[in-house]
């Protein structure tokens, strides 16, 4: 589904240029869950904003569904955005002064859905993650993990194949983060691809898959150990 291949991002600031990734090689199939670990600084967003499709690689190559990203139009890569990818933040970039249920129809006024639409497919997934109590609530009435479900909600209408979530339970409790995993978890046991950023090694631990970045590079790629023994030992 993704394949990347010495993909590089060099970050030019007036004269000083940082290179943010240096020739990372990566290949994510459809339905896989992907913990991304490593340091502040080590590229850990630049490579979710460019395999989102938010932002261009300096070299290399990124294959998406066949598609060469590189190819592509400002426009289509837009609509590939808004089609195929979910996006879930630590800050949860939700619009303040507007309902939960506003906010979770915005992506489908991009996608052009017709507003009876819009309104059906909101309703449904804020009840889907246990918000259906909530549709009317502003931002800055909900808690935080109840802030990150409305992002989830969110990010989850145009149906994508691809959900982003860079730090999701960076600002939550641990409870509040634990109920956010469960989604991605549900998530993912329907088909949803997951690539999701922590710093935290109890939330990596429950993807299937661990890859680890330092200094723009991958250092390390591995099946989670948890994950590989209840196959190797399903008892
Ligand atoms: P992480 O998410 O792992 O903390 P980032 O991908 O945000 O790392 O940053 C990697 C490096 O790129 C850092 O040194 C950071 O300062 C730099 N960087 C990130 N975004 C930009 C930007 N928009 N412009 C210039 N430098 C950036
Ligand atoms: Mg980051």
Redesign the pocket.
């Known amino acids: 589904m993704i394949e990347i291949k010495n993909l590089s991002k060099i970050y030019k600031t007036g004269n000083i240029s940082v290179t943010a990734l240096k020739n990372v090689t990566l290949k994510i199939e459809k339905g896989e869950f992907v913990g991304i670990m490593g340091p502040?600084g080590s590229g850990?967003?630049?490579f979710?904003n460019i395999i989102g499709c938010l932002d261009r690689p300096t070299s290399g190559l990124y294959v998406l569904d066949d598609k060469t990203i590189e190819n592509m139009s400002d426009n289509e890569l837009a609509e590939v955005r808004n089609n195929k990818i979910g996006f879930v933040f630590?800050s949860f970039n939700l619009l303040p002064r507007t309902s939960a249920l506003k906010n979770v129809e915005l992506p489908m006024v991009y996608a052009k859905v017709s507003a009876k639409e819009r309104r059906s497919r909101a309703l449904e997934a804020l009840d889907w993650v246990g918000l259906g109590d909530r549709t009317h609530h502003n931002p800055n009435e909900l808690s935080g993990g109840q802030k990150q479900r409305v992002a989830i909600a969110r990010s989850l209408v145009n149906q994508p194949a691809i959900i982003l979530a860079?730090?999701p339970t960076g600002n939550l409790d641990t409870k509040s983060g634990e109920e956010v995993m469960e989604i991605f978890k549900k998530l993912n046991k329907d088909g949803v691809t997951i690539i999701l950023?922590t710093h935290e090694r109890d939330i990596a631990e429950q993807s299937k898959r661990i890859v680890t970045f330092r200094d723009g590079e991958i250092i390390s790629d591995e099946l989670n150990d948890r994950e590989a023994k209840l196959k190797s030992d399903p008892a």
């Open positions: 502040s850990k967003s630049t979710m630590q860079d730090e950023v």
